[in-house]
Structures are given as structure tokens and as C-alpha cells.
């Protein structure tokens, strides 16, 4: 069974996060997610989905999920020391989605601030897979230095652009294709109903 760190970050997608979570918490093949919230991860949910979490109380997956999940463990983003931190706590991959351009300068330069830094940092030091999905629109010349380190440090880079090819005709359509890229780069299983078989015949 496989054991997933998520961390969300104050960049605009906080329903990319959402549906993630979902997914994984469904999903037979993941035993347990263990999440982080940064503040502003606390005030993008706030903002664009209406949820009153905090970042600290276990309350929160209940009200990001919709439900109650015994897989999914909030840790709070100050705890430097908590199992995640550590190498030694043996994970199969880490999502920070989405991934503000502030977490994405903080991995790149190797600086822990939070849990979610020091999180990815071990991820990428054990060499696991860390993916990150960042949202900002235009890229500056740092963004993108930033995106090719860690892209050559290991990292996954997914930025935030789903794809429309599978004609979706509803928001959570869109966000779930996405989603289901990333599921396929932590080896999950999904629906295939979404893997493209090619062009439709006219
Ligand atoms: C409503 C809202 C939307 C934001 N959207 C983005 C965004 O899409 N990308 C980004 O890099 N920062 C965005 N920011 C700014 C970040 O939240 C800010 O840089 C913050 O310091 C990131 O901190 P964190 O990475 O610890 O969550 C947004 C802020 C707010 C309040």
C-alpha cells in the first residue's frame, strides 16, 4: 500500500488538490496521505472553493473531502519534525498541487521553511518522486530557472494546463483528466476512459 505526501500551497487550483485527495483516498492501491496546508494554501481554499479549514485540525479533511477518511492524516506546516521530515520515514511520492512560485524558489534553493519544504527536500534527497504542480501565468526568467533545477534535481514538473482534448463539458471533468496525469506518474490506477486512443474518426 502505497504511503503519498500532498501539500497545498497558496496558488490558484486549490480543486486540483480537492479532487486529488479524493482520488486518492479512494484508491485500493494507497494506504495512507499524509497533507499539509500552508497559510496561504488555508486562505486559496478559503477563497476559491469556500471551505473553512485551518491548517492544524483534523477537522480539515473532513471539510476539504466532503467525508470522513481514515487514510488521510493533516500535518500542521510549522511541524519541521514531523515524520515527513524525516528520510527515514519511507514514503512513494509526494504532490505539492498546486505549487505556488514561493514553494517552487524555496525546493529549487534547498531552504526548509516549512513542512512542505523540508517534505519535498527529503523526497528529492532519497530520490523519490516528488511532483510539482505549479500555477502562475506568465512565467518570469526565475520561475522557469526554478522549474528546470528541479526538473534536473528530479523533480516532475506538471504545471497546471489540462488539457481539452478529451472534450470535457464540465469543470470537474477538466480538473479529473488532470488529476489523472498525476495519478499516473505515482503509478496509481485510474479510469482509462481518459487515455487518449488517438484521433476520433470524422
Ligand atoms: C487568492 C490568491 C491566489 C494566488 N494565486 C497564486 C498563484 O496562482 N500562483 C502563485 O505563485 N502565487 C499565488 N498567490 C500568492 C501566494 O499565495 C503567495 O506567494 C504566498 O506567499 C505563497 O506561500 P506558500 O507557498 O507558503 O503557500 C495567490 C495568493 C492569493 C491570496
Request: glycine share 8%.
Amino acid at each position: 500500500m502505497k504511503h503519498i505526501t500532498v501539500g497545498i500551497t497558496g496558488a490558484s487550483g486549490a480543486l486540483y488538490a480537492q479532487r486529488l485527495l479524493h482520488y486518492l483516498d479512494k484508491s485500493p492501491e494507497v494506504g495512507r496521505i499524509n497533507l499539509v496546508l500552508t497559510a496561504f494554501g488555508v486562505t486559496v481554499i478559503r477563497e476559491e472553493l469556500d471551505l473553512d479549514v485551518t491548517g492544524t485540525k483534523t477537522s480539515d479533511v473532513e471539510t476539504l473531502l466532503g467525508r470522513t477518511s481514515e487514510k488521510i492524516h493533516l500535518l500542521p506546516a510549522k511541524d519541521i519534525g514531523a515524520s515527513i521530515a524525516s528520510g527515514s520515514y519511507r514514503t512513494d511520492g509526494m504532490v505539492v498541487v498546486p505549487c505556488s512560485m514561493g514553494t517552487l524558489g524555496y525546493i529549487a534553493a534547498g531552504i526548509a521553511r516549512d513542512l512542505v519544504h523540508r517534505a519535498a527536500d527529503v523526497t528529492l534527497k532519497e530520490r523519490r518522486t516528488l511532483i510539482l504542480v505549479p500555477r502562475e501565468t506568465p512565467y518570469n526568467a526565475i520561475h522557469l530557472e526554478n522549474m528546470l533545477k528541479l526538473h534536473q534535481a528530479g523533480a516532475v514538473i506538471i504545471p497546471a494546463s489540462p488539457g481539452f482534448y478529451h472534450r470535457p463539458t464540465t469543470i470537474t471533468e477538466l480538473v479529473d483528466h488532470f488529476v489523472f496525469r498525476i495519478l499516473d506518474h505515482l503509478h496509481i490506477s485510474h479510469s482509462d476512459e481518459t487515455v487518449w486512443q488517438g484521433r476520433r474518426k470524422q
